[in-house]
């Protein structure tokens, strides 16, 4: 007879989560008596099939899809809505891959905060008891003044993708080139006589489309390539992505790939990391083909409908392959790999300007491909009125991108950031940041970007923000961090809100905010000097789009220049914030405080 | 030798074979995949082990003595390849020591061939009762294959929180599955 189980080491267990010192009593209770292991195996039996059963619900669902847009636009009288598609394709990939603001399209639970600031700030209005408006919402005509119009083109649900690179491209109809930055719409056609295109669609996957080619942005979840070769990057938040092909359809199940059309239609499929989902199907879009699945390394060529796809070799050269960054030696070395760095932008790697007049206006800020971060989160600004200008030789003579404190700001694509963080900054106020009138501080960088969430109840993840004290405590050029962590009886709630003393204007900082929930703590360090430390008890975690220059949905713009940030998914260690300190104080030639105090007090701190 | 005995099969002999293994596989493949979730506990990994093991099967099977459990065979090949993997591909992840992986397996040797079909059958039934943000929990889980602290982002959740909603939502299938199994007893 087995000993009664221990569930909490079950669970454990199977999410990976085991202690090693649980490790060691799990493996002492099965073989503690005869019947445990039976038990045990009873129990991960149950689980495996539950996964068994789940998956073959899903890839139910995702067969059983209708076809994408853009084999309904290929016959003139099946139009469709975009957002039906989308919502269609969301019911059924949502449960694997669920994109946060769709949730509510397929739960009954009270939809979540996606709701737009508009509806929220009417919403709010009745609460008279406000500390600091410019968190939740605006709440009277004069804040909504203050109130950012919509991101350009607005965030409506027939947004599909945006594009985030263009390398030597010549538009098969210049009159419909599309400029680096803008978001597509369901629907949009990419087609190139040559160079290479990447799409970053909304569900995190990323196609890098090489001319000659023609592709359909179908919704965040599909694309079609007509003619030429698309490689695709889907991260695990777009499980299920599909490119359709004009006789074949490839279901992405966590991977890399590419497709290729040729001029007959034929399709090869290619596999370069993980596995797809595979079959023909004809151009009114049946499928007709049995499922395949192809791994790692192995490539098929659907051509003759009637027959069984071919095996054939891969060839990864016809596609357009994701590089990760030529970084630094003295950047490996300083800069951990294995972090989870999730996004890094350096003025004097990854800026790209704007073709149009005026010069040396900032249209992308390319997310740094190096290590854990895998996945290029890119901050882009289309709309000329309000890109950033790129300041050659403007922090001690290094690069930086330079916000003018009115109109000018930056807008990653969707970002995923943990409960755990610590971002660096290398920033300085400009002579904009000291005029005088000023009642509100700015921000330099807020995880509340489009679609901005009403952040109701303490229970929600919270909104980082790196900036100035907004309201209550403003005092120009004073710099830190909070975590606005919603609404309490009536009243805003911020926490881990840590500022230093004002700064002046032209003078260069590294700032360093650390977030620990895991251990409850947060500092603020500014050129490696411990600043202050607060209680980090509320989550952080959100994918949302990160906004840099300004508030999230607020015209609090920042002036002054950003010569580096980077974000970790993590807390660091404080070998670790001392390593990527010190190679940006090398870079921008900043002094630091003695490293013996500031280290020792935060590595106290990460202790406790 | 056997080897020579699978020469002198004609092509009749070799659909039978198909046949017969198709039926074995089909029985063993529950136990099987339930050894290689408890050992490796990642089912993506457990899901192309089964793979390896299913091609290996195949390929071995006119050496599978017929008078053997295929069960207990099965699980051997298993064991084999769960090991080769510790060795080869996840040197730095942690995991049992052979002498728990053999006390697993010869748990999973033991698996009656019906153990499998009731308790699914009670098991999709279940799933199906399981919605809202439960299901989604699980769906992220088990088919997106996203860790805790993913999910937890993922649904603007703490980390405890996940952790908590699928303690219970795996008690509750546990117990409905045992419910479930018990009435259909009731009802034969």
Known sequence: MAMSAPLDLFNQYVDGELSPADWELLEAWISAEPGNAKAFLDWMALQAWTHDALRGHLLQQVLSEEPPLACAALKPDAKRPAWKTWAAVAASIIAAASYYWMQPLQTNEPAGPAAPVAIAAAGAAANADVVDTADAGARNANEQEMTEPNWPGGLSDSIAASLTGLRHCVWQDPAAAIGIGRQLHAGSRIALESGVARVTFESGAEALLKGPCDFIVDNAMHGTIRYGRVSVTAPKRAYGFRIRAPNAEVIDLGTEFGVAVDQGGHSEVHVFSGEVLSRSVDREGQQHGELIRVTANNAVKFADPAQSPSKIATNTSLFARKRMAAVAASARESVPSDAQLALWLAADASVKMAKDKPRKRVVAWSDILYGDNISAEDALQPDSAAQPALARKAINGRPAVRFNGSSSYLVTTPLETTDNQTIFIVCQFGKGAERPGRKRGSQILNYNGPPHRLVSSTYEPGVLQIGEPLAKKFEATRLGGKLFSGRLNGRDVSESEMYCEPLGAGVPIILAYRYDLEHHTSSLLINNELIDTKPALRPAGVTSRKVIGKHGFMKFHFAGDIGELLIFNSALEADDMNSVTQYLSKKYDISLKPPSAASTALSTDVEN | ?188
């Open chain 2, 1 to 188: 030798m056997k080897f020579e005995s699978r020469l002198s099969h004609d092509d009749g002999d070799a659909d039978d074979d198909r046949t017969e293994l198709a039926a074995l596989w089909e029985q063993a493949r529950p136990a099987v995949f339930a050894y290689l979730t408890a050992t490796v506990y990642d089912f993506h990994r457990a899901e192309d082990l089964l793979q390896e093991v299913a091609v290996a099967i195949a390929g071995k099977f006119h050496t599978f003595d017929h008078e053997r459990s295929f069960l207990a065979w099965a699980i051997g090949i298993a064991r084999n390849r769960v090991l080769l993997y510790f060795r080869e591909q996840a040197r730095d992840r942690r995991h049992f020591s052979d002498a728990t992986f053999q006390l697993l397996a010869e748990a999973a040797q033991q698996y009656p061939p019906e153990e499998g079909s009731p308790k699914r059958e009670a098991l999709r039934h279940c799933l199906d009762k399981t919605t809202g943000r439960r299901r989604r929990v699980l769906d992220l889980r088990y088919t997106g294959g996203l860790s805790i602290a993913e999910i937890a982002a993922r649904l603007d959740m703490t980390n405890s929180a996940v952790k908590i909603m699928l303690h219970r939502v795996r008690a509750a299938i546990e117990q409905c599955v045992e419910r479930r199994i018990a009435q259909e007893g009731r009802w034969r």
